[in-house]
């Protein structure tokens, strides 16, 4: 036989349902997620309004992934050319030198770099805890895995 799992109730493990078992189901399944990032853009508002989404008046501080468009309904998760190509498109709009007659635009732009070290972070941390988990699973990971760790984790 293969690899055996031990049940633990009410906890789900890498495995426990038989379509993961399924390699080329799941090389399917990774297909159409890159597949997906590929015809999905960023769309870009008017700069004015992109810096007031941003910087909220209300003082709410927006999160990292809602200030560069990646995350939640984000299709398996983000990778490094996700947050790049979003911090690239919105950084040309909030740029303070394109936008001096908005007194907002350089804490946007601010906030902007933040929030894309703070996904690339997220995303080192993310890794990081895919590879310990497959070594203590007895398994590895491979270079398309790590790019969109969170699809492993949170599958």
């Not at 038989?18 to 508002?45: N, P, Y």
């Amino acid at each position: 036989g293969g690899l055996q799992l031990l049940k633990l109730e009410h906890i789900e493990a890498c495995g426990d349902e038989a379509w993961f078992a399924d390699d080329s189901l799941r090389r399917a399944l990774r297909e159409s997620v890159i597949a997906a990032h590929a015809e999905q853009k960023i769309l870009v508002g008017a700069p004015a309004d992109e810096i007031r989404r941003i910087c909220p008046s209300d003082g709410r501080v927006l999160g990292a992934g809602g200030v560069l468009r990646l995350g939640g309904a984000h299709i398996g998760g983000y990778g490094e050319a996700d947050i790049s190509y979003a911090y690239r498109q919105l950084s040309r709009a909030l740029h303070p030198d394109k936008n001096p007659d908005v007194p907002e635009a350089p804490d946007a732009f601010k906030r902007l770099q933040e929030a894309a070290d703070e996904l690339r972070q997220g995303l080192g941390e993310a890794r990081e805890t895919l590879k310990v988990f497959c070594l203590a699973m007895g398994g590895s990971t491979s270079p398309e895995v790590l790019e969109r760790p969170q699809e492993a984790l949170l599958a």
